[in-house]
């Protein structure tokens, strides 16, 4: 019965490693090994539309980077719509979101109307329930909303 190639590597990898002193001498020589071997640790593209996924609400956060509150509105409604699957979300939960990363927007409401207002528009309203100003407002990210996240989070890894 012949080794398994992937195992001998580990093997040989781990041996290799053991033998250095210091983290950040055994660190170097990882992120070596990673960029000799054009080894990413961003998430791979989904083969069945192109975008990346992402495991956790921060992962995604961090690969896009969002400077503004209407950006960082965009790629919460991104997470709630697109890796958590809902059809349609409301700004609370958005803003829930990002407050628990502590990048809470300042009004939340104002960020999804400035992105429903853009030319292509990036969100849109889909139903209001109550009649107050403060009614709550569910929102779902247009196809062009959803592209620009997908970008902004394929800008760092050079796609």
């Not at 998430?43 to 961090?62: E, H, I, V």
């Not at 980077?65 to 958590?84: C, F, H, I, M, N």
């Not at 889909?126 to 989070?153: C, F, H, I, N, P």
């Amino acid at each position: 019965m012949s080794e398994d190639p992937e195992l001998a590597a580990m093997a040989t990898v781990k041996k290799a490693i053991e033998g250095l002193e210091g983290d950040e001498i055994k660190k170097r020589v990882l992120l070596w090994a990673m960029d000799r071997f054009k080894i990413s640790t961003q998430p791979k593209k989904n083969d069945n539309d192109g975008d990346a996924s992402f495991t956790t609400f921060a992962d995604l956060y961090d690969a896009a980077s969002p400077k503004t509150d209407a950006d960082r509105a965009l790629v919460g409604g991104y997470w709630l719509q697109k890796e958590k699957g809902l059809e349609v979300f409301n700004s609370g939960n958005v803003n829930k979101e990002l407050k628990d990363l502590g990048h809470g927007a300042s009004n939340i409401t104002k960020a999804f109307n400035f992105l429903i207002g853009q030319s292509p528009r990036l969100a849109m309203q889909v139903r209001k329930s109550g009649s107050s100003r403060q009614a709550r407002k569910e929102y779902k990210l247009t196809r062009e909303g959803l592209k620009k996240v997908a970008d902004m989070t394929n800008s760092l890894s050079g796609k």
